[in-house]
């Protein structure tokens, strides 16, 4: 699987959106890029996932560049509840293992 | 709706022991796996299942035994707790089909070996 790269820690203002970049310059054209965010010692919760078209769900966009060298995970108004360790991974379709890299810590500050 | 539920919690061991850490899932998920984090650190994968009967390492395996009698139950099991092992255990499952599943994680145990 790819590795990924992220910045180790970012802050944002409450109700502003928080726009945390990826890179993964050598994904494969059948590695899907997922993110996942862990609040403070919980377990791992799924955002969002895509191949290379943008997608949005109720909690998150993902916007991944035209050749799918790295992405963005955008919250859209960030609350304080969003403070959390998010995790960048690209993955094959054909497996369900995911290895976690060290993440981004984000600090949503009121 | 339970999910992926993981007992016990807490556990401290003394160097030597032996323990098994439960994991159970009621979604009726083939996918089952472990992993461990320290510290600061992300998540290491230990080992997996793609169904009963199947298992597989994963990145960090020695030191810890696994079995899958059953689509519900992935038992890890601490053959001889060391103070390295002192972490958290996360247990996580999906489905298996086209690989885009997305991974439903326990809330964790909490082991410190003394």
């Known amino acids: 699987d790819a590795k990924t790269t992220q910045p180790p820690s970012m802050d944002c203002a409450e109700g502003r959106a928080a726009n945390l970049p990826c890179n993964h310059s050598t994904i494969s054209g059948n590695e899907y890029v997922y993110w996942y965010r862990q609040i403070h010692s919980q377990g791992p919760q799924y955002i969002i996932h895509g191949l290379k078209n943008n997608e949005t769900n109720e909690m998150a966009s993902l916007i991944i560049t035209e050749d799918r060298k790295s992405s963005t995970l955008i919250l859209p108004h960030a609350t304080l509840r969003d403070t959390a360790v998010y995790y960048c991974i690209v993955r094959v379709a054909a497996g369900n293992k995911l290895v976690f890299g060290a993440g981004t810590i984000l600090r949503v500050k009121s | 709706n339970a999910g992926v539920t993981q007992t016990p919690k807490f556990q401290v061991l003394k160097t030597g022991q032996s323990m098994t850490l439960q994991c159970a899932q009621d979604m009726n998920h083939e996918y089952m796996s472990w992993y461990r984090q320290d510290p600061g650190m992300g998540l290491r994968l230990i080992h997996y299942?793609?169904?009963?009967?199947?298992?597989d390492q994963g990145e960090v395996p020695n030191g810890y035994n696994v079995s899958r009698s059953t689509t519900e139950d992935f038992p890890l099991r601490l053959l001889s707790a060391a103070p390295s092992q002192t972490s958290v255990y996360f247990c996580?499952?999906?489905?298996?089909?086209?690989?885009?599943?997305?991974?439903?994680f326990g809330s964790g145990t909490q082991l410190s070996v003394l």
């Open positions: 996580a499952s999906s489905y298996v089909g086209t690989g885009m599943e997305k991974l439903f």
């Open positions: 299942s793609v169904g009963a009967g199947i298992t």
